[in-house]
């Protein structure tokens, strides 16, 4: 998500936040802070902490305008609108450099990890499918009983692609087929 403002001595800067792995694909090769920021991010990641990166560029007056032209068309088109605006967004969201970053702190609802926990009594199976960062993703797991020490954890991260996707999906579904045929095996020797 971004915004441009002037300021008050009239230059023009785009503020974008959003995933450190959008914000650092937009980045201006030359940072300061990208390394202990990342750490910082991860840091609070680990702890279970939603985080966002902010970055900022000052922005031409004459590419604004240009740009502004190309936005205004995207933003009333018929057709594939938010595809466009996504497009043209893309174009302007460049050679940012970092500022900071946020952690919040996102707590579970009261009775979370008892339902869940009840809902896997009752023999109910509970998927979790998140766009969070690996680390707030199973922090979040552990504290809501989803996830549990004792449990395997098979996890399809960010890929390239869709087949690099699909490729993974493939081995954890052949993992779990191994595990429930080890568990079975298990099973029918201590019978």
């Not at 009239?10 to 802070?33: N, T």
């Not at 499918?129 to 395997?152: F, H, P, R, W």
Request: aromatic share 6%.
């Amino acid at each position: 998500m971004s915004v441009i403002v002037r300021t008050p001595a009239g230059c023009l800067k785009i503020y974008c936040k959003g995933a450190d792995s959008v914000i650092y694909e937009r980045l201006h090769p030359s940072q300061l802070f990208v390394d202990v920021t990342l750490l910082h991010m991860e840091q609070f990641a680990t702890k279970g902490y939603r985080t966002l990166c902010i970055a900022v560029a000052e922005i031409d007056a004459d590419d604004y305008e240009k740009w502004s032209k190309l936005y205004h068309k995207a933003s009333t088109s018929l057709h594939n609108r938010q595809e466009e605006i996504d497009r043209v967004a893309d174009l302007i969201e460049r050679n940012l450099f970092v500022i900071g970053a946020t952690a919040i702190e996102d707590k579970l609802q009261e009775g979370v990890p008892e339902a869940i926990a009840n809902f896997q009594e009752a023999g109910i199976r509970v998927w979790m499918l998140t766009g969070d960062k690996q680390e707030t993703a199973v922090n979040i797991g552990y504290s809501s009983c989803l996830i549990k020490q004792d449990m395997s954890l098979l996890l399809c991260t960010e890929k390239q692609s869709a087949e690099d996707t699909r490729q993974t999906l493939v081995q954890i579904i052949d993992r779990l087929s191994g595990l429930k045929a080890a568990k079975k095996e298990v099973g029918t020797y201590h019978s």
